[in-house]
Nanobody, 121 residues
Framework: QVQLVESGGGLVQAGGSLRLSCAASGSIFDINTMRWYCQAPGKQRELVAS???????IYQDSVKGRFTISRDNAKNTVYLQMNSLKPEDTGVYYC???????????????WGQGTQVTVSS
């Protein structure tokens, strides 16, 4: 079994900062790309940022210069540092990982349960 557990969400005023963490645990052989998604109220889940095992990153245009994704491969953990937060950043943030559970398995997608981020104006 594989679990992805997010933490670090909460309520913050506009202009503030939060740091999200997502730790993957369980039967893990290797992790490839890790991503953060956001689902705002009444909207579809959208990609916020992604990071490969080698550290290459991609960001949604609206968060460039404000958010930073990073990972600790030894701890199977991905982070999202969110600065200069805006009310439109409000939503449930989900962690996603593409991983193998053994050397025989295929790459598969796993999701965390989500953590709420609310930015007040």
């Amino acid at each position: 079994q594989v679990q992805l557990v997010e933490s670090g969400g909460g309520l913050v005023q506009a202009g503030g900062s939060l740091r999200l963490s997502c730790a993957a645990s369980g039967s893990i052989f290797d992790i490839n790309t890790m991503r953060w998604y956001c689902q705002a109220p009444g909207k579809q889940r959208e990609l916020v940022a992604s990071i490969t095992k080698g550290g290459s990153t991609i960001y949604q245009d609206s968060v460039k210069g404000r958010f930073t994704i990073s990972r600790d491969n030894a701890k199977n953990t991905v982070y999202l540092q969110m600065n200069s937060l805006k009310p439109e950043d409000t939503g449930v943030y989900y962690c996603n990982a593409v991983l193998m559970t053994s050397f025989r398995s295929n790459w598969s997608n796993y999701w965390g349960q989500g953590t709420q981020v609310t930015v007040s104006s």
